[in-house]
T-cell receptor
Framework: KAGVTQTPRYLIKTRGQQVTLSCSPISGHRSVSWYQQTPGQGLQFLFEYFSETQRNKGNFPGRFSGRQFSNSRSEMNVSTLELGDSALYLC?????????????FGPGTRLLVL | ELKVEQNPLFLSMQEGKNYTIYCNYSTTSDRLYWYRQDPGKSLESLFVLLSNGAVKQEGRLMASLDTKARLSTLHITAAVHDLSATYFCAVTGNQFYFGTGTSLTVIP
């Protein structure tokens, strides 16, 4: 089975721009979660989607949003980028989510905001 | 909010030695996970521990869980260079809460 894929792998943006990241889960997995990883804050949960619905949300401002499509693929969007948004963004998938299953992580998208 | 702490944050050890990484968490959790992350790579699942006293072993790594003490340990036996990575524990509440990570370097 193919693993979780994320595109693009690297991005450079400037402050004030917006960005969209994409995640394709493992085939058959319906839950997708997004995380931000930075050296200072570690791994922080952004949100989880299941069957096209946001099931849970972390403590991030409204500039961070996401969605999930009927094929379980997910996108996250960050608007009005700030320097502090520079991070590795990881998505993870699991069959049903709800934090009762192992999450399988993609390779991440490394975002640099200048 | 559930807090997860790991120690040490950095660990440099010689090949062939044994060591333990500790993971403490602040409130009751259903389960505990250990993940490994190589530099520039994503997280790889190592173990999931589901109940008090659970022990899982894979190669030179052994993980255990004490839910009463809210403590998990990851024990490394006879370290080899290939084990150099960052190790994260994670517990679940309404989401996954990850520890700070332990950066392990195994020196020949």
């Amino acid at each position: 089975k193919a693993g979780v894929t994320q595109t693009p792998r690297y991005l450079i943006k400037t402050r004030g721009q917006q960005v969209t990241l994409s995640c394709s889960p493992i085939s058959g997995h319906r839950s997708v979660s997004w995380y931000q990883q930075t050296p200072g804050q570690g791994l922080q949960f952004l949100f989880e989607y299941f069957s096209e619905t946001q099931r849970n949300k972390g403590n991030f401002p409204g500039r961070f949003s996401g969605r999930q499509f009927s094929n379980s693929r997910s996108e996250m969007n960050v608007s009005t980028l700030e320097l502090g948004d520079s991070a590795l963004y990881l998505c993870a998938s699991s069959p049903f989510g709800g934090n009762q299953e192992t999450q399988y992580f993609g390779p991440g998208t490394r975002l640099l905001v200048l | 909010e559930l807090k997860v702490e790991q120690n040490p944050l950095f660990l440099s050890m010689q090949e062939g030695k044994n060591y333990t990484i500790y993971c403490n968490y602040s409130t009751t959790s259903d389960r505990l996970y250990w993940y490994r992350q190589d530099p520039g790579k994503s997280l790889e699942s190592l173990f999931v521990l589901l109940s008090n006293g659970a022990v899982k072993q894979e190669g030179r790594l052994m993980a255990s869980l004490d839910t009463k003490a809210r403590l998990s340990t990851l024990h490394i036996t006879a370290a080899v260079h290939d084990l150099s990575a960052t190790y994260f524990c994670a517990v679940t509440g309404n989401q996954f809460y990850f520890g700070t990570g332990t950066s392990l370097t195994v020196i020949p």
